[in-house]
């Protein structure tokens, strides 16, 4: 090139540049993480509100292709693309105990299985932060090398109360360990590069009528248990993304209100990443845009006209709409699919059943375990199993939180595998059950929600003499009893939370037959939420929670059987002696007829009727084990309780005012037992009179030890501020910590307490919140 023609060229350039970067739309930088207010700058309105929205249920939604099924098969959502501007799309999968997607597709000879890990609940029971953060750092593998971007897990919403269809995806009924282990299980995904969505922000307690639902609570209940565990998990481990609920929270649906999704979330909280919706379109999305709720999933095409319709028409502002489109962009960057990464589609499945088998043991809660019955060496012992689960065991629930599998381990193979032996006839039995009972299911397109498992024992036409339980040809008898759950429907009080009839007889017919001849009978809840127990647990010896622990989790009962595990999970809730000693029961849609989903049933009749367009959460901060340790309720189990086959020792603890504010503690544990095994310590705080009304015992702190040898000590510390310690006060909107002496408990379970130690608080310190925060009306 000569002289000439070079400055020709170079004068061309710079005019072209001119031109395009004055002409907004015609200019077409390249998406970038340095230049996304540049980019903003060259989006069409048009583009920006389609950046908004989701790609879509469909490959194309009213007429703009989505690109959605040259992505991931069955994943739930996408975002969409504009290619002149370099903006791919991304994948957004569910959900919490595995990745769901599509595992075989059509045309294609290769599979896609996922790991279904244990679910929400069975990882609260570990106590232990860093087994949740190994094994979703597997899942989160998976994530990455199935292509996709976002995990739409964990799920975080409270257990207010045992129905709650989905509670297996959630923690717990307590705030700071549901807090801490989510945080944990986004630490775990995210360390491979993908995002994770923490949900449901919030108050989606129920599933009945969900999408309407108003949750009518008070300040102090919303900051103290609903919120707390978001606050948590956002400060502590910076989830990429947050889903808004389906839900009204005070009248406002949380995907619209401001003050949730802003002044709470990120003002105060400090979070900076992008907020979706639930996979529903409400009907006024300028009011989410305007409330900083990003991104509208799964997305329709509606409500981009609507974006536009409302800057034009001047009732949104284009800034609100350039600041959720830029925190989308901000998403989008960090993405492997903006970062062009090359999924393998082959993530190491063998070596994550094994981290599923192992985090599994690991939380498995030990109920009881009368006269030391477990462990038992398997070598020649003959087992008798009942139940249809025993088959057909629950891996984990049902709706988005389900994960397609390559398979899952039955407590038939599982017991068999660690060298049981096991009765021909019972097994066969039930084989042919689950067989029959799942074709007249296929035949009358029903789906099955609750594993009664028992069928000829329902027989009326059976007399009870005839029944063969087999004591006579076996050494022992375990009973499993199953339920499934999920998504779109809340569970029954009858028939549910309580046993069915059949369950009881049959567990009253095993425990005559075998303790007449001196045998012992175990209990397996393959459960996916809270079940009464409490008036039959005597007729067992031991009773064994695995909850439902994904693909493996049947190994990993075998493997607690035996003793190749001591047990070391503890309940994350309080298992009541009847449903309605839950304070929210007497408000909870129990036995409702009246539901919104495809996977609602009609319910029995007998229904306990109560409109369902909004909930009173008149407990207020009275839920779980703050409410029975308070008032002093009886419970069948209560909070943080889980056997161990050895005994731990608690020394003296230290505890000290800190000069920071709150206070620091440490206590050794020693092993004094016989068998190896672990210790989830629990510190509760009993605050000192004068100040607010308190719950009796808080948790304000756990930790677990490593596996201690039998004789071996270690010493755990724990680290509480003033913050943590405060309670919120409405009258004037502020959180206090309240002067004088503090009772620290450190407690194997919450009515287990073991040493106490106190300390003082001289100065009343007190919190704003934001000045602007209103979250109750
Ligand atoms: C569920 C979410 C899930 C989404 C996408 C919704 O119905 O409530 O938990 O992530 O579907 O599948």
């Not at 994530?143 to 971007?149: A, Q």
């Not at 300040?219 to 910076?238: D, P, Q």
């Not at 808080?698 to 913050?723: C, H, I, N």
Request: net charge negative; hydrophobic share 35%; proline share 4%.
């Amino acid at each position: 090139m000569n002289t000439e023609s070079f400055f020709r060229t170079a004068l061309f350039s710079v005019v072209s540049a001119l031109v395009l970067s004055t002409s907004g739309a015609m200019a077409q930088p390249k998406l970038s993480p340095d230049n996304i207010d540049e980019v903003i700058k060259a989006m069409t309105l048009d583009e920006k509100a389609t950046i908004c929205i989701g790609g879509g249920r469909a490959v194309t939604t009213g007429g703009v292709s989505t690109g959605i099924t040259d992505l991931v098969k069955g994943a739930a959502g996408s975002t969409r693309k504009i290619e002149r501007l370099g903006i791919p799309n991304t994948v957004l999968a569910d959900g919490p105990a595995g990745l769901r997607i599509d595992p075989t597709r059509e045309g294609d000879t290769k599979t896609y299985y996922a790991t279904a890990f244990p679910i929400g609940t069975l990882l609260a029971s570990s106590w232990d932060t860093s087994l949740v953060e190994q094994m979703t750092a597997a899942l989160g593998n998976e994530v990455l090398e199935y292509g996709v971007d976002v995990l739409l897990a964990p799920g975080q919403n409270i257990h207010r109360n045992p129905l709650n269809g989905r509670n297996y995806e959630y923690f717990s009924e307590d705030p700071l360990l549901s807090g801490k282990m989510a945080a944990a299980y986004v630490r775990g995904v995210q360390s491979n590069g993908v995002g994770t969505s923490i949900k449901h922000y919030a108050l989606n307690n129920q599933e009945t009528n969900r999408n309407e639902n108003d949750a009518i609570v008070g300040e102090r209940a919303l900051r103290e248990i609903y919120l707390k565990n978001f606050e948590i998990t956002v400060k502590e481990s910076h989830p990429w993304t947050v889903m808004s609920s389906y839900n009204k929270l005070n009248g406002d649906y949380t995907q619209q209100s401001k003050d949730l999704l802003t002044t709470v979330l990120r003002d105060e909280w400090g979070f900076d990443g992008m907020v979706m919706t639930d996979w529903g379109n409400k009907a006024d999305t300028p009011k989410a845009v305007w409330a900083g709720n990003d991104l509208m999933e799964p997305g329709n095409v509606v409500e981009k006209e609507r974006i536009i319709a409302a800057i034009q028409n001047g009732t949104l502002s284009e800034a609100d709409l350039d600041r959720n489109v830029k925190r989308i962009l901000e998403y989008i960057v960090k993405t492997p699919s903006f970062k062009g990464y090359k999924h393998s589609d082959k993530p190491d499945l063998k070596a994550h059943a094994e981290v599923a088998r192992k985090a599994a043991g690991e939380s498995i809660v030990l109920l009881r375990n009368e006269g030391g019955v477990l462990p038992i060496e398997a070598k020649g012992q003959k087992v008798a199993l009942y139940g249809e689960s025993i088959v057909d065991f629950v891996a984990g629930g049902t709706g988005s939180g389900t994960v397609n599998k390559a398979y899952c381990v039955n407590m038939v193979e599982a017991l068999t595998d660690a060298g049981f032996k096991l009765a021909p006839s019972i097994v066969g039995f039930y084989d042919e059950y689950v067989k029959y009972n799942d074709a007249v299911l296929a035949l009358s397109g029903t789906q099955r929600t609750y594993r009664y498992g028992i069928s000829k024992f329902d027989d009326p036409s059976v007399p009870r003499s005839a029944i063969d339980l087999h004591a006579n040809n076996n050494d022992f008898a375990v009973v499993v009893l199953g339920r499934i759950s999920g998504e779109g429907s809340d569970r029954n009080m009858d028939n549910d939370f309580n046993l069915t009839d059949i369950e009881r007889q049959l567990l009253s017919d095993v425990h005559s037959a075998f303790h007449a001849l001196g045998k012992k009978v175990i209990v397996v809840l393959n459960i996916g939420g809270v079940i009464e127990t409490n008036s039959w647990k005597r007729m067992a010896d031991a009773i064994i929670l695995p909850w439902l622990p994904g693909q493996e989790g049947a190994n990993a009962v075998a493997d607690v059987m035996t003793g190749k595990v001591n047990p070391s999970g503890k309940l994350p809730m309080s298992f009541p002696i009847d449903f309605m000693d839950h304070p929210s029961s007497s408000d909870f849609p129990y036995n409702q007829v009246k539901t919104n989903t495809p996977f609602g049933t009609a319910r029995a009749a007998g229904s306990h009727e109560k409109d369902v367009d909004y909930t009173e959460y008149n407990e207020g901060i009275w839920v779980g084990y703050r409410y029975f340790e308070t008032n002093g309720t009886e419970v069948s189990y209560p909070f943080g309780f889980g056997l161990s086959y050895t005994e731990f020792t608690y020394s003296a603890p230290v505890v000290k005012a800190s000069p920071e504010g709150g206070f620091t503690a440490s206590i050794t544990v020693r092993n004094n037992g016989k068998a190896a095994g672990k210790e989830a310590v629990q510190v509760y705080v009993h605050a000192p009179e004068g100040g607010m009304e308190k719950p009796a015992l808080e948790l304000k702190a756990f930790g677990k030890t490593r596996l201690l040898q039998p004789g071996e000590s270690q010493t755990l510390s724990f680290k509480v501020s003033d913050y943590e310690l405060a309670s919120f006060n409405e009258q004037v909107s502020r959180w206090e910590t309240a002067p004088g002496t503090y009772t620290v408990h450190f407690a194997s379970n919450v009515r287990d307490i073991r040493q106490s130690a106190s300390f003082k608080i001289a100065k009343m310190k007190t919190f704003p919140v934001h000045e602007k925060a209103c979250l109750a009306k």
